[in-house]
């Protein structure tokens, strides 16, 4: 089992440091707690810190608490999607935070454990959904699901150019009932995709993976509401760090950024009206990556892009 390195912990700690160095009693909302790596670090950095650690998966939660049991007097756990900030803020009482941290997707425990079906290299049953407490299994999106949501689904959050072949295997194999395991979903997909194709770019199953994942968690859905969440949710000063694993949620992010980031000034005037000066600035320009040292350590940061903004006026 692959052991869980936090990615651009000592980044994402220098990134939130302005925000937090000269509080008295600073609150950092972790929105993806996992298993607490860099709420850890965090919290041992900054002795008076607070963190609101949300994650949508039980287990994550439990092993979170084992691995924070040393600071939890300063950490509240809550069992929540990222899209209920708001909410969860106020029941909490809490109006504005230091800092947020978004490390997206699924964690090395998700992937690590074959039961949860998110990995097409370990045979498990097709469910992949974070909470399994709830909602619909990739399963019964593949049994349900009509050919052309299929499609969508696999062309749109998988970005693949082979989604009709795919689709066509799909439904074949669901009417003879041999598509119950994540090795059968790999090997249709692999069958589904012309041979010269096969031999470049990784495992042809990893599009149609991640395809399945997004829709069964609504990822993107989430990510969309859930980003402007967090950036009303700042106070003056305070910082939103976001790191991102596939370019469609990196599109969110960088968008929801440009919104808020961007002078009120219409576009074509020579000079910024007055009170038209963002809220927001951008702290990177664009995005970041990994160093090639991490990336040689840990090979999930590979795909990683990291944003941030500060908020600079209420
Ligand atoms: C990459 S891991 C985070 C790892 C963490 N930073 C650490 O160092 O241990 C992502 C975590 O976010 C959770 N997650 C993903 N989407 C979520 C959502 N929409 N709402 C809440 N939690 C979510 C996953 O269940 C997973 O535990």
């Known amino acids: 089992m692959q052991q869980h390195i936090p990615v651009a912990l000592e980044r994402c700690i220098a990134l939130l440091t302005p925000a937090l160095e000269n509080k008295t009693n600073p609150v950092v909302i972790d929105a993806t707690l996992g298993q607490g790596g860099h709420s850890k670090a965090l919290l ?27 600071v ?41 454990n074959a039961d949860r079906g998110f990995s097409y290299a370990n045979p498990a049953p097709l469910d992949m959904r974070m909470d399994q407490s709830q909602g619909i299994s990739a399963q019964e ?51 589904s995709i012309p041979a010269a194709t096969r031999r470049t770019g990784g495992n042809p199953a990893k599009r149609t993976f991640q395809a399945l994942r997004i829709e069964v968690n609504q990822e993107l859905a989430v990510l969309e509401r859930a980003i402007p969440q967090a950036i009303a949710a700042l106070q003056v000063g305070g910082r939103l760090v976001v790191m991102s694993y596939q370019s469609l949620e990196d599109k969110i992010v960088k968008s929801a950024f440009s919104k808020v980031t961007a002078s009120r000034t219409p576009l074509g005037l020579p000079i910024d009206l007055p009170n038209s000066k963002a809220d927001y600035k951008l702290v990177i320009s664009g995005s970041e990556a990994a160093s090639a040292d991490e990336i040689a ?16 006026a209420a």
């Open 44 to 70: 041992n950095t900054f002795p008076t810190l607070k963190i609101i650690g949300l994650d949508r998966d039980l287990s994550a939660i439990e092993l979170a608490k084992t691995n924070l049991q040393e």
């Open 72 to 112: 939890m007097d300063r950490t509240v756990i809550v069992h929540a999607v990222y899209d209920e900030i708001t909410q969860v803020l106020e029941n909490l009482g809490i109006s504005k935070v230091d800092g947020i941290l978004f490390d997206l997707g699924v964690s090395s425990m998700q992937l690590d």
């Open 141 to 191: 999106v593949i049994n349900s699901y009509s050919k052309g949501e299929l499609v969508r689904v696999i062309r749109n959050f998988g970005e693949e150019k082979f989604a009709t072949r795919i689709v066509d295997n799909l439904i074949k194999a669901r009417e003879a009932g041999t598509i119950n395991t994540t090795k059968d979903l790999a090997e249709l997909v692999k069958e």
């Open 297 to 312: 350590k840990n090979p999930r940061a590979g795909s990683m892009r990291l944003r941030a903004l500060e908020r600079v």
